[in-house]
């Protein structure tokens, strides 16, 4: 890894496409690699291949729920294909990636629409 991968913010996962139709399963954006760990900032969705009305409630983070990081992330107003949405840390106390971990998302009530959209993970990614 680069210096600037390892003490800046960066683009750590994507742009990778992500599955937002109500009943998907998760999506991984991003595995921590072996002698890291990683700090999330944000994530990007953008482009939705349908719209993503319905779509109130979305986990991101690791495990099987996705739901350490944010929970219930509401993307109901993306109903164009040029929407973009910037989802970012609420300012609460969170854990630190380990390697291997898999940040990722999950519909909880997703999308009405067989819809698809990219996602890309912001972050800081530093040696242990």
Do not use: C, H, R
Request: proline content about 4%.
């Amino acid at each position: 890894m680069s210096d600037l991968e390892t003490i800046a913010l960066a683009v750590l996962g994507g742009p990778v496409t992500v599955d937002l139709k109500d009943g998907d399963g998760k999506t991984t954006i991003y595995t921590v690699p072996v002698g890291y760990a990683m700090v999330p900032f944000g994530v990007i969705i953008k482009n939705p291949t349908a719209s993503l009305a319905g779509g109130t409630d979305f986990n991101l983070g690791d495990g099987a729920s996705a739901d350490t990081w944010l929970n219930a992330v509401n993307l109901a107003t993306m109903t164009a294909t040029t929407d973009f949405y910037i989802i970012v840390s609420n300012g609460v106390k969170y854990t630190v990636y380990d390697a291997g971990d898999a940040f990722g998302i999950i519909p909880v009530t997703g999308a009405t629409a067989d819809a698809q959209a990219t996602a890309i993970l912001l972050g800081m990614l530093f040696a242990v």
